[in-house]
């Protein structure tokens, strides 16, 4: 039988992209309410009951109410608000997180998926601090460039709609200056820091597709630890992993810039360490879909793997 799925908030960036990867799909029936019963709480309710797996596409808020409308104890929800990522009675959605953690994402109720700026630092940041290359307590520093996708309709409408109040022409711009981006939670504690990094991000005049980067001074780091070293531990920590590639050092030499859209449109994401060994210096850098690994893709990776389907199900 089918599996019953119910995507709450399907008419957000997100939602769509995730029904347009699912809707397809033979191996799964779905539950769909119309415009005005979306709004009507005993209609939400009764199909958050009702579906195996639902996929919450909503407000941190609206996702807390969401989940406490389920009473039914068989349905299991994947997350993609921020309302949970940190929660210990939820599953990070990260199955690249830990060499236990698709199995824990197979076997869990509850399952948040994660920020898109957190995909790529935990990534990168994660297996280092696991392995001692960095300790814990270290004071980490990290830059993110996104698509305005990233910021859901209303930073679409600053982009595109020239009769927004707030329309903007700017090419590049920062955001988060009060340094509390809503990822940072998520990346410090899944990274297995003591401290919260300094998180850095803008956006871009492009519609989808990102950076992470994570500048690092080798020289202060305990071992002094050279890039081919964080490069060989990462590529080690996600062999055999189906989206997260490391490239070597000969494609990496060759490169003389990084496109944050070369990789739209798929689940898929690229590590790489770059390095002036004269110096010290290392930067990593995460390339990925915001609305691809970095979100939809992501949320139907966790679903398939739920589902004791391959991963690669319909992605």
């Known amino acids: 039988m089918a599996a019953k799925i119910f995507v709450d908030g399907a008419a957000g960036t997100t939602g769509l992209e995730i029904r347009e990867r699912l809707d397809p799909r033979k191996d799964l029936s779905f539950i769909r309410l119309s415009d005005s019963e979306r709004k009507d709480t005993r209609a939400r309710s009764a199909a958050l009951n009702e579906a195996d797996v639902v ?22 929800v994947i997350d993609a608000s921020t309302a949970h990522r940190v929660a210990a009675d939820w599953v990070f959605g990260f199955p690249e997180l830990e060499p236990s953690q698709y199995e824990r994402i197979a076997g869990a109720k509850r399952v948040s998926n994660p920020g898109c700026y957190s995909t790529g630092f935990v990534a990168l940041v994660r297996p280092l601090v696991r392995l001692g290359f960095i300790p814990g307590e270290w004071p980490l520093t990290a830059a993110g460039m996104s698509g305005y996708s990233g910021g859901g309709r209303p930073m ?99 490169l003389s810039l990084l496109d944050p859209e070369s990789l739209n449109n798929t689940n898929r994401m690229k590590l790489y360490v770059f390095e002036n060994e004269a110096q010290g210096h290392a930067r990593l850098a995460a390339v990925l879909d915001n609305l691809g690994k970095g979100a939809s893709g992501a949320a139907v990776q966790n679903l398939n793997i739920m589902l004791g389907l391959p991963e690669s199900t319909g992605l």
Do not use: Q
């Open 156 to 254: 679409i409408a600053e982009f595109e709609d020239r009769k927004a109040p707030a329309f903007t022409s700017a090419v590049v711009r920062n955001y988060a200056l009060t340094l509390a981006h809503k990822h940072v939670p998520e990346m410090r504690k899944h990274a297995g820091l003591a401290h919260d990094p300094i998180f850095a991000p803008s956006v871009g005049r492009y519609y989808r597709g990102m950076i992470v980067d994570v500048p690092l001074h080798l020289w202060s780091l305990p071992g002094k630890p050279r890039g081919s070293e964080l490069r060989d531990a990462l590529a080690d920590a996600y062999r055999g992993r189906a989206y997260v590639d490391v490239a070597s050092k000969a494609e990496t030499d060759a």
């Open 55 to 76: 996929i919450l596409c909503l407000p941190d808020e609206a996702a807390r109410e969401a989940v406490g409308l389920i009473e039914n104890p068989s349905v299991r």
